[in-house]
């Protein structure tokens, strides 16, 4: 068990890769660059917001939510953690890194108001957070 998984032990974890809906929460929005930009604190979502937003098209494009993670009821664990941070630190596209395109300066996390309970900090630690990001969720299909 990671230092990070050990510290969180026993809490319940949010997915900072959620879909949009009611009660979910917004904590970022994706730049014309691809990145996301953080918002200081979570804007949760009512019926009418997520609507709205889901009228638009493709919120998960263009939006970052949080939602309770689900564990075994997502497509994505893989029985021990989830499999999309797995995927992206462990088969990173081209071999490319967070680190290696300054996404982060070195020791730098950049500011979240979920990691005290993010699923993916809890799992891997620092090196999901510099990579977090640059990941958009694929609603259409089963990969971020």
Do not use: K, N
Not at 11 to 36: F, K
Not at 71 to 77: K, L, P, V
Not at 139 to 144: C, F, I, P
């Amino acid at each position: 068990m990671t230092t990070a998984a050990a510290d969180y032990q026993g809490r319940d974890r949010a997915c900072p890769s959620g879909v949009c809906h009611e009660g979910g929460s917004i904590i970022g929005v994706m730049t014309e660059q691809g990145r996301l930009a953080y918002l200081p604190t979570p804007v949760v979502l009512d019926t009418a917001f997520a609507s709205r937003l889901q009228d638009a098209g493709e919120p998960e494009r263009r939006y970052r939510f949080s939602q309770p993670c689900i564990e075994s009821a997502c497509s994505q664990w893989t029985g021990e953690g989830c499999g999309v941070i797995d995927h992206v630190l462990d088969d990173p596209p081209g071999s490319e890194c967070a680190h290696h395109h300054g996404l982060t300066r070195p020791g730098v996390l950049p500011s979240c108001a979920i990691r005290r309970d993010c699923r993916w900090f809890s799992q891997r630690g620092p090196a999901a957070c510099r990579v977090c990001p640059t990941i958009v969720a694929d609603t259409g299909g089963s990969a971020t």
